[in-house]
């Protein structure tokens, strides 16, 4: 017990927090903050996974999280026939075509290993294959892209529930980091960090581009979640009931049967957002506890303290017999597939996909500065460095206009000192973020909660 004080206190402080916003701000605020906070956990269990466990650098975050983004698009939207009758045919058979050219390359280099003439056969294998994917399939995409594009004008999904997404999401963050790390995982850490950054860019840039995929810019919206929806709620007999009964000592103070009854509406109204994100909370926190379960695990396994010691002196760990390379390639793959995921979740979260908001430069460094403070190498640490960033990035903006406010009620309103403060207090995030970083790295360089090494 005494070894997770720090780990008890440091998270009672988080809950206590939250628990302030839903008392002064409101709930459904207090539970969308920790519904990010828990979708921040499980990306920085992922990132954490690969920095604190192998010492591999990945810039190329958001790649993968636009891809889990991508899966639930794919798997939970609902097919669109007309795309499919004038435009299926010829996507499907691209799709082949790129299978056929894997295989070829792959049957190539095992049939002419010492052939000095091998390189330039997958060469031409490749552009003759580029070039006859898109004869095929540019006719596919512009028929598709043709049918209805104010709604559709893309293939649409298969219809399936959208947990199963998650799953999804995460395979396709897994394929990718096979893809890349059997690329670059030879080079050096910050020539890592570059390629994956960039390749993270191409990624998003292909999502936002391919309409016929997933709309690109012009957004999916009213994507299916595994929670009833906020309308449903409000109409339902039970809930209503529920609602009323919860308020009866408040309902019973009003005498105006009129008054009662939008005041019975309003509370039906705040409680379903309320439900809403309660639940999904439910699905959340579901998957952060069996990530941080696996993960604790294999931290202290023997599999864990092997990851260590690559990490620690590869020269060391590769004198011994470990595989470095095979290695580095599997913890690639699980934290990637873990950010995958969470990428999934933060889709089904908001209900709609815009690839337009997946920006790598920025918001991958947010996730890192998230594992740093919070402790890299530590599981405990990684989550609450995502609970801490988040919460300060959510309401650094109404704790900033408060002190504000609270500074300057000598001044008059129109103040031209006060108006300013008041109109920059938006960005006191990037002021808050920055100081608090600061702060931590000073008092605090291994983070909040640092990897424990020694432990039974």
């Not at 190539?108 to 031409?124: F, G, H, T």
Request: proline letters at 3%; aromatic letters at 12%.
């Amino acid at each position: 017990m005494k070894n997770y004080l720090n780990v008890i206190t440091a998270y009672s402080i988080m809950l206590f927090l939250i628990i302030m916003v839903g008392i002064f701000q409101s709930w459904s605020i207090a539970l969308s903050i920790l519904n990010y906070c828990l979708i921040s956990a499980v990306m920085t269990m992922g990132a954490n996974i690969q920095w604190g466990y192998a010492g591999l650098i990945n810039f190329g975050i958001m790649g993968y999280t636009a891809l889990g983004g991508l899966a639930v698009v794919l798997v939970s939207v609902a097919p669109v026939p007309e795309a499919w009758s004038v435009g299926g045919t010829n996507m499907l058979i691209s799709l082949f075509l790129i299978i056929a050219i894997v295989f070829s390359i792959k049957f190539i280099l095992k049939k002419y290993k010492n052939n000095k003439y091998r390189n330039y056969l997958i060469s031409l294998v490749i552009i003759f294959g580029i070039i006859l994917i898109r004869v095929v399939a540019s006719q596919g995409i512009e028929a598709i892209e043709s049918v209805n594009p104010a709604k559709t004008g893309f293939l649409g999904g298969l219809g399936m529930p959208v947990l199963f997404s998650w799953l999804v999401g995460g395979l396709f963050a897994a394929g990718l980091a096979f893809v890349i790390g059997k690329i670059a995982l030879g080079l050096r850490a910050d020539y890592l960090a570059i390629a994956t950054l960039l390749i993270a860019e191409i990624v998003v840039s292909i999502i936002k581009h391919e309409d016929w995929l997933a709309r690109g810019v012009k957004n999916v919206i009213g994507l299916k979640r595994p929670v009833p929806y906020e309308i449903d709620l409000q109409t339902s007999s039970w809930f209503i009931n529920m609602i009323e009964k919860l308020n009866q000592g408040k309902l019973n103070l009003i005498n105006s049967v009129t008054e009662k009854r939008d005041v019975l509406n309003q509370l039906v109204i705040d409680a379903s957002s309320v439900y809403v994100k309660l639940c999904m909370t439910g699905f959340f926190l579901t998957v952060v506890i069996m990530l941080l379960f696996v993960t604790q695990k294999a931290l202290y396994s023997p599999w864990g303290r092997k990851m260590r010691a690559i990490r620690d002196n590869e020269a060391a760990a590769g004198a011994m017999g470990k595989n470095i390379v095979k290695e580095h390639l599997l913890i690639f793959i699980l934290g990637s597939a873990i950010v995958g995921i969470a990428g999934a979740m933060m889709v089904t979260n908001d209900g709609l996909f815009t690839p337009g908001s997946y920006r790598p430069m920025r918001y991958t460094f947010v996730i890192w500065v998230m594992v740093i403070v919070g402790g890299t190498g530590n599981n405990f640490g990684a989550i609450l460095g995502g609970f801490v960033v988040w919460f300060l990035w959510v309401e650094a903006a109404p704790i900033a206009l408060f002190l504000i406010n609270f500074f300057t009620t000598h001044l008059d309103d129109a103040n031209s000192l006060k108006v300013h403060l008041i109109e920059s207090a938006p960005y006191f995030r990037f002021l808050m973020i920055g100081v608090g970083l600061l702060v931590i790295m000073r008092y605090r360089p291994k983070g909040l909660i640092p990897e424990k090494i020694n432990v039974k």
